[in-house]
Structure formats: structure tokens, C-alpha cells
């Protein structure tokens, strides 16, 4: 491996807790030569100091973007609005490549800055297959908060938690009546993670995935009480549920969480929302009668921070400790540079500058 600088960068959004280097895992990257710049942040589940007892130097916030040209930025979620020209190699998830609002824009400050986007969702092996993920805790998490509003025992705002916690809520109460639930993408990461958080709320769910959604039974969707969808659609596929779906007058959906967020992306299959919700607000009423609940938070796995940071930084340490332009890098820049070109010259394109 050629020596490597990793810049961990501090996170622009207030609610996101996780990194995707934990302390432990930043030691055996400076261990094996690694220089690590990792920003100081109040609110990274993990202090400064042990990241500083790992051999990591320390930054203050922001200040990446005067980092050194051949530093790599190592984030999670969206970028701050400036600098307008991205300079630097970023890995982080981009969500520039379907369509998503704001896609274009990102794409255009790395044209505009020489920089290149090496997004996670697209580090994948040779199958496509994501390397590292959050979608485990994602799926737990939506069902959790699903059955919890369901159960009328969601609280707001929301706030970091731990698995135990969060376990304990979960538990049926005597006074709580049965349900019926229903995971749409059951055998993938979020969907068993789903699975797992309904059979700790006591809960059997219908299970559906690739078989079942070829010919979507929307009437058989509609007769369960609560709905967590965790399909991820790469190529169009007709919606779960529309608009006119939400007006069935028997319709049975009470509760229904989109883990997957996909919003303003062409490839959506539930576009009957048209925003995220928030930890500060993580419900919204669709329908008034009868009612039908929206969760949409496209961070979940922030709410149990520890755990899903620890998961995700095994999973994408190995990687880094080989990061390159071959295999599953070279098929992120190359990803990359479709979007570019795909977005055209005044949009996207790479140029010289």
C-alpha cells in the first residue's frame, strides 16, 4: 500500500453520532502506517482523546478543507455547503447517483474542484455486494420505532439510545394488543435487522422480498398493521404503495417506515411522501382516517451509535488498510466518473482547472 493520509472529518449534522473509524480500528490503521487526522467533534459517540491515545492527530473542525491535496476526507453523510470546488478524494454516501435532490450540485463542486467521490454505497465486490454497511441497525431501528409508535409508546424527539435500552421498550407490555407486520426486503441486511427488532417486540412478521414483489399483492400489503419497507430498488420496479392505495377504504396500515428514505429518486417505490422526517419529528400523519403514520429518517442508525459504528468500522477497515485504484475502489471511482459524464460537461463533467 502506498502511504496513505485518512482525514475523519466531523459531521455537519447535528444528529449524526456515528464514524466510520472507531478508536480500536484507527490504532491498527496507524499501526500499518496510516497517518490519521481525525477532527475534533462534540458530538462523535467517541472522544477525541482515545482517538488521540490511537496515535491519531488531532484537527479542528472543518478544517479539511485546507487539509493536504493528497489527503483522503472520511465521512458519512452530506457535505457542508462550502467550498463550492471540491478538491480532494472524499469517501462518504454521496446519494448522487439516482437522481436524489441536490445530486446534480454535489457532482458539479467536484467537477469544479478536480476532487473525486469514492461513495460507500457503491463499495461493493465483484457480485455488487456492499462491503460495509449500516443497514443491519437501519432495518432494526425502523421496525423498533414502528412497532414503538405503533404501540403509542414513541417518544419525541428522538435520541441516542443503546441496544439494551432500546430492547426494553421493545418488550410487550400485557396491555399490548396484537399486530400484524409485514418486512419488504426481508432477506437483506435491513430487512433482517428488521426482523430481528419485531421478534424482540414479540412479533411474527410476513417476510417478503424478491419473490413476492415481482407481482405485488397491494391488497394483501394493506392487511397488515404495520409496514417496514427495506428494498433498496437499483432499476425501476412499480411502486409498493401509491396515493390511491393510502384511500382503500379497508385498508388495514396503520404504521408505515421507509428505512430505505429513497425520496426524489425516480427508482422510489413508495412515492406517497415527498420529505423526511426527523428526530425531532419522526411521524407524519399521511392519511387522518383512518390514520396512517409515516416514519422516514435517513439516519437510523445514529440513534444506537455505538453499536452501529463498531459493525460498520470492521466491516470498511480491511479496505482501507488496502485502499487503491484496483477492485472495489477502482469500481467506486468508476462509478463515479459515469455519474460525472452522465450529468454532462456543464453538470458534472471532470475538467481541468
Not at 419473490?211 to 398493521?225: C, G, S
Request: hydrophobic residues 40%.
Amino acid at each position: 500500500m502506498t502511504e496513505l493520509h485518512l482525514w475523519l472529518r466531523h459531521e455537519a449534522r447535528t444528529t449524526e453520532r456515528r464514524t466510520p473509524v472507531v478508536p480500536d480500528d484507527a490504532r491498527r490503521l496507524v499501526e500499518n502506517g496510516v497517518e490519521l487526522t481525525v477532527e475534533e467533534s462534540p458530538q462523535r459517540i467517541f472522544p477525541i482523546e482515545e482517538y488521540q491515545a490511537a496515535g491519531c492527530r488531532v484537527a479542528p473542525a472543518g478544517s479539511w478543507v485546507t487539509a493536504p491535496p493528497d489527503a483522503v476526507v472520511l465521512g458519512l453523510k452530506e457535505l457542508p455547503d462550502e467550498p463550492v470546488e471540491l478538491t480532494h478524494r472524499h469517501i462518504f454516501f454521496g446519494h448522487a447517483y439516482k437522481g436524489q435532490p441536490g445530486a446534480a450540485g454535489l457532482l458539479r463542486r467536484f467537477a469544479a474542484g478536480g476532487g473525486a467521490l469514492f461513495d460507500l454505497e457503491y463499495l461493493v465486490d465483484d457480485t455488487g455486494r456492499r462491503l460495509a454497511a449500516f443497514g443491519f441497525w437501519a432495518g432494526y431501528l425502523g421496525a423498533a420505532l414502528a412497532v414503538l409508535r405503533h404501540r403509542g409508546r414513541l417518544r419525541a424527539p428522538l435520541v441516542p439510545t443503546t441496544k439494551d435500552e432500546l430492547d426494553e421498550t421493545l418488550k410487550p407490555a400485557d396491555t399490548d394488543a396484537d399486530f400484524t407486520g409485514l418486512v419488504i426486503g426481508a432477506l437483506g441486511r435491513s430487512g433482517r435487522g428488521a426482523r430481528v427488532a419485531f421478534a424482540t417486540a414479540g412479533a411474527d412478521p410476513t417476510c417478503w422480498d424478491l419473490a413476492e414483489t415481482r407481482d405485488l399483492d397491494r391488497a394483501a400489503l394493506l392487511r397488515h398493521d404495520v409496514m417496514v419497507n427495506a428494498v433498496l430498488a437499483t432499476s425501476p420496479v412499480p411502486p409498493f404503495l401509491r396515493e390511491q392505495d393510502l384511500d382503500t377504504p379497508d385498508r388495514r396500515l396503520r404504521t408505515l417506515c421507509d428505512v430505505t428514505c429513497d425520496v426524489g429518486s425516480p427508482l422510489n417505490v413508495l412515492p406517497v411522501y415527498d420529505e423526511t422526517t426527523t428526530w425531532d419529528e419522526p411521524v407524519r400523519r399521511l392519511r387522518a382516517q383512518p390514520p396512517l403514520d409515516l416514519i422516514a429518517i435517513d439516519n437510523l442508525p445514529s440513534l444506537l451509535p455505538l453499536e452501529s459504528s463498531a459493525d460498520f468500522s470492521a466491516a470498511l477497515l480491511p479496505h482501507l488498510l488496502d485502499f487503491g485504484v484496483a477492485g472495489a475502489w477502482a469500481r467506486c471511482l468508476d462509478r463515479f466518473r459515469q455519474a460525472s459524464r452522465e450529468h454532462g460537461p456543464d453538470e458534472g463533467e471532470p475538467h481541468a482547472h
